[in-house]
């Protein structure tokens, strides 16, 4: 330090070395947030699929929900040999 105290650009600029760290540490927590929302998705489809089992129902077509903020879609897809054929439109 001068003798005149610190320079105005060491005071107002924070540590880099910090800066760097926390976006790092944010970032993680992005990406950790971002698995538990997708995973709560994944246990919200599975719960669709027990309800509709336990009553004697299966799922005939894909099923899919949309994150309301994210607008992330997520599917639960239904095998290719258990798809129900398409209804026929009257007319």
Do not use: Q, W
């Amino acid at each position: 330090m001068g003798k005149h105290g610190m320079k105005k650009s060491v005071a107002s600029r924070p540590d880099p070395t910090f800066a760097e760290v926390l976006g790092v540490f944010r970032k993680e927590a992005r990406k950790l947030k971002d698995e538990k929302k997708a995973a709560d998705a994944f246990a919200c489809l599975k719960a669709v699929r027990f309800y509709l089992r336990g009553n004697g129902f299966e799922l005939a077509d894909d099923l899919a929900i949309r994150d309301v903020y994210t607008k992330r879609v997520f599917r639960s897809m239904v095998p290719a040999s258990k798809l129900a054929p398409r209804p026929k439109e009257r007319g």
